[in-house]
């Protein structure tokens, strides 16, 4: 990375063709588990489109493949992602969590299923967030959610304590599955069979 990163510092200053052709808009922010400092990964418009949201194609496939009485899409796609804001790189390009950038770019007919909006689902401030979040989703019928573990964690206790209810099926009957990402689910794994009892969910 460190030999990377004078092209990473111009590409934010509006140069093209360097790393990639054409030019770089965004950059995902890293959590900075390798060293002290964040590093700033450039995304592409093809990397955006033919990694991270084929991704997501495959792993529907595979669901489905493998669950082909699935009603994911009669309910709606809850997406908790973190947030943008405008770089260090010249202000010339925007930087954030990989999962703020997709929910950025995602194609148009992603927002027909997807909640909630993205004036919300960007919303720098997380605990306004899991507010604004839990009061705009306990009355739709949703189906499915995708994020990382640790995240939802906190989404999930903020809306059994805002509901009064004792796990999540009393709020949301139809959840059936968590596409999750990010960490290692294995230590999540029985807290979230507490919180969401039965056999209908997958992980």
Same mark, same amino acid.
């Given at each position: 990375?460190? !030999?990377?990163l004078?092209?990473?510092?111009?590409?934010?200053?509006?140069e093209q063709?360097?790393?990639?052709?054409?030019?770089?808009?965004?950059?995902?922010?890293?959590s900075?588990?390798?060293?002290?400092?964040?590093?700033f $990964?450039? %995304?592409?418009?093809?990397?955006?489109?033919?990694?991270?949201?084929?991704?997501?194609? !495959?792993?529907?496939? *595979?669901?489905?493949?493998?669950?082909?009485?699935?009603? *994911?899409?009669?309910? @709606?796609a809850?997406?908790?992602?973190?947030?943008?804001? /405008?770089?260090?790189?010249?202000?010339?390009?925007l930087?954030?969590?990989?999962?703020?950038i %997709? *929910?950025?770019?995602?194609?148009?007919?992603?927002?027909?299923v997807?909640?909630?909006? @993205?004036?919300?689902?960007?919303k !720098?401030?997380?605990?306004?967030?899991?507010e604004?979040?839990?009061?705009?989703? /306990?009355?739709?019928?949703?189906?499915?959610?995708?994020?990382?573990?640790?995240?939802?964690?906190?989404?999930?206790?903020?809306?059994?304590?805002?509901?009064? @209810?004792s796990?999540?099926?009393?709020?949301?009957?139809?959840?059936?599955?968590?596409?999750?990402?990010?960490?290692?689910?294995?230590?999540?794994?029985? $807290?979230?069979?507490?919180? /969401?009892?039965?056999?209908?969910?997958h992980?």
């Amino acid at each position: 990375y460190d !030999d990377l990163l004078p092209y990473v510092e111009r590409l934010g200053n509006g140069e093209q063709d360097l790393l990639w052709p054409g030019k770089t808009k965004w950059f995902a922010r890293s959590s900075g588990t390798t060293s002290t400092k964040s590093k700033f $990964i450039p %995304m592409s418009h093809e990397s955006l489109f033919d990694t991270q949201y084929r991704a997501i194609k !495959d792993i529907l496939a *595979i669901y489905f493949k493998n669950n082909p009485s699935s009603r *994911i899409f009669n309910g @709606k796609a809850l997406t908790l992602g973190g947030s943008h804001n /405008i770089n260090q790189f010249g202000n010339k390009a925007l930087c954030g969590d990989l999962s703020a950038i %997709m *929910i950025e770019n995602a194609p148009f007919y992603a927002e027909i299923v997807r909640i909630p909006g @993205k004036k919300i689902a960007l919303k !720098d401030d997380f605990e306004k967030k899991l507010e604004l979040i839990t009061k705009s989703t /306990i009355d739709q019928n949703v189906t499915s959610f995708s994020g990382t573990p640790s995240w939802y964690l906190s989404l999930i206790k903020y809306i059994l304590n805002y509901t009064g @209810k004792s796990n999540l099926t009393e709020v949301w009957p139809n959840l059936e599955v968590f596409f999750h990402g990010g960490i290692s689910f294995s230590t999540y794994r029985e $807290i979230y069979r507490q919180l /969401i009892p039965g056999n209908q969910m997958h992980y």
